[in-house]
């Protein structure tokens, strides 16, 4: 099974039920924290000795917080990233030599954000606000964790060669990047989190679909405390710039508030970046359409030429559901919006709780299904979404529409309608970072939810907001109590079943039927709670581990009725063959794109970044 090239030496046997994780990313680790979580180990081979260097995360959203929350890692992360009371404006600026930004964003710090969700108690808000911290630092607590977990089992150094999966099981071939030995190790379950050229999903032919930007960008990453140049115009989390062009060229982003810095100079494709000088790209991405900003620069810790790509891989899982795909493996985006790895976060918590769900005998195979049925469609959305958020940028300079982009900052009349068009161009489309809807709206639609003849209509769904519902699938809405309590913290570790209203429901002959299964389900009566109530919609609300509602009833009439919910719900109902996602690949390019090609047994990109290897 190991490439002709490649010379095996040795044969090793994964303990059973433990799963191999290829890649050592954030996808990787989470992935083996939530397996932990559940009692399940797991062996993970990152090919690099360190984590990254590359700061290519920057922002852990509302949804992703509320994951680690349950992880109990919530409250440590925070205290590696940026402080709570800093909010994290993003500028639209000509360059930093003009007097003030045309326009802004005003995002809220932790602070106002959790302020604002204690302040709107009806549901459409997170239980966390987002975080921001920078992926090289979020790796490196994150491995520390690891780390010291019994259950998980680090080695850095080991690149996987290849998978081949069999009925039972699967087999990998993993180098020692040191000596140069290669082994084989087999085990019942392997995830490929390794990355957008992932060994995993090409060794078994998965097909990714998409297509990159028709520009590329020279990223440098550096160090300054020069903050009276660089904040000018104001404290920011993120500057887009015009270029001479009139059209978006560049971007700054503020990785901790105190001196690391990134900045993106976007360029035709047919440019010479590595002619330019590190500092020079920093000093051009900063002035804008005024030339050169020269700051005082520290330090610079790394740079890349890279090409932003929209795609997503056509297959998640292999035939029989022993090797499965998730991250950059599995989906890629611009940035804007941050959506790659927080979607690589759900994946990860999904995957997690699914496979040791099924490995300690508390599901049936059908629940590992679910996992590409159900997270597939939101890479799709959100990927696309990251295009639209792009395309906002973009259309600078077709809102110039060819004038002079000089005249932007000058108090003529022409001047003043530019900056209004240009203000309420951006107050009208800003998404990026806002839209809670893609972040957390999502809706589950697989075998594995069960919709009762009256859930047959779905309710409203929109991408900038959330809006609250228990319509089976959704995420149950976030709502504080009536004694301050979060719901969410009430919730067992696996499933949770919400009784409201003071009558019998039968929700006993639920818990029998959860007993007899073996299935954990954790009972939390809130008859009283009147306004939380109204929210869930149901008397009886059963939540999975992922705060996903998997069914929802006034009544349960018998214990064969609880027993078949419970069943479908854990997957150990059978499915029929039925089209799978997998068959096509999407009809049409991604917005912002240039085009839909087909990457399968390997992928590469013109101007393609080290880090995007």
Known sequence: MAPAEILVEQEKAAAPGAVIIAGGGPVGLLLARVLSFYGVKSILFERNNTTTKWPKM???????????????????????????????????????????????????????????????????????????????????????????????????????????????????????????????????????????????????????????????????????????????????????????????????????????????????????????????????????????????????????????????????????????????????????????????IGDAFDLGWKLAAVINGQAGNALLASYELERKPVALRNVDRSGVHFEVHNRLKDIINGSDPFELDKDTEQGRELRCKIHEHYQQHDGENKDLGIEMGYRYISPVIVREDNDETEPEWSPHKFIPTTWPGSRAPHVFLSDGTAIFDLLGKDWSLLVFGGDDKGHNLLVKAAQQLSLPLTVVNLAHEEHAGRLYEKSLVLVRPDHHVAWRAEKIESLKAADKVLRTVSGRVHMEPSVSLAEKAPMNKFTGSVDMRTHVDSFNLERMGEFQH
Request: aromatic share 8%; glycine share 8%.
């Open 58 to 344: 920057d922002l852990t959203n509302a949804r992703s917080m509320e994951m680690f929350r349950k992880l109990g890692l919530a409250d440590d992360l925070r205290k590696q990233g940026v402080p709570a009371d800093i909010d994290q404006n993003v500028l639209i600026s000509t360059g930093l030599a003009a007097e003030r930004p045309l326009t802004m964003w005003e995002l809220p710090g932790v602070d106002k954000f959790r302020k604002q969700i204690q302040d709107n108690n009806d549901g459409t808000q997170p239980l966390e606000p987002y975080q921001r911290l920078s992926q090289a630092i979020f790796e490196k607590w994150l491995r520390k964790i690891c780390s010291e977990d019994p259950l998980i089992d680090l080695h850095y150094g080991h690149k996987v060669e290849s998978v081949e999966e069999g009925p039972t099981g699967a087999e990998t071939v993993i180098t020692n990047m040191e000596t140069g030995i290669s082994t084989v190790w087999s085990s019942d379950y392997v995830a490929g989190c390794d990355g957008a050229n992932s060994r995993v999903r090409n060794s078994l032919s998965f097909p990714l679909d998409g297509g990159p930007i028709p520009s590329c960008a020279l990223l440098v990453h550096f160090k300054s405390r020069d903050l009276t140049r660089l904040h000018k115009q104001g404290r920011f989390w993120h500057i887009s710039l015009l270029g001479k062009s009139g059209g978006f060229e560049a971007a700054i982003i503020a990785q901790d508030e105190v001196d690391t810095w990134t900045t993106h100079l976007f360029m035709p494709l047919d440019a010479e970046p590595e002619k330019i000088d590190s500092h020079e790209a920093v000093y051009r991405a900063l002035g804008g359409i005024y030339g050169n900003y020269e700051i005082k620069i520290d330090e610079i810790l790394v740079r890349s030429v890279w090409r932003p790509n929209i795609a997503v891989t056509r297959t998640w899982a292999s035939q029989h559901r022993r090797v499965f795909v998730a991250g950059d493996a599995a989906h890629q985006n611009i940035p804007t919006g941050g959506y790659g790895m927080n979607m690589g």
